[in-house]
């Protein structure tokens, strides 16, 4: 690809590679979150919790706030140790 067209995939990949680092990130984070919550009700909930599945739709736009690409996806987590999405 070359111009525009290349400048548009750049910046899309880019987009979705940080939504995905961001998606990890607040799994890390819940996770750390509910260990040291150690005793409460939120506690117990997530140690009960073995699965999880998300959907979720994500827009990229343009400088001018026009739509350039939309893409959606399943986020999935499975007790111990899975991740995808």
Known sequence: ???PAASIA????RGR????????GLVLTL????AQAAGTPLDSYLD?????RAT???TVSDAHGNEIDRATG???VSR???FSW
Request: net charge positive; hydrophobic share 40%.
């Open 56 to 58: 979720f739709q994500q």
């Open 1 to 3: 690809m070359v111009g």
């Open 48 to 52: 009960a919790l073995k699965t999880l």
């Open 80 to 82: 111990p140790g899975k």
């Open 17 to 24: 590679r940080r939504y995905g680092a961001r998606a990890c």
């Open 10 to 13: 750049s910046r899309v990949g």
């Open 74 to 76: 399943t986020l999935i």
């Open 31 to 34: 996770t750390t979150v509910a």
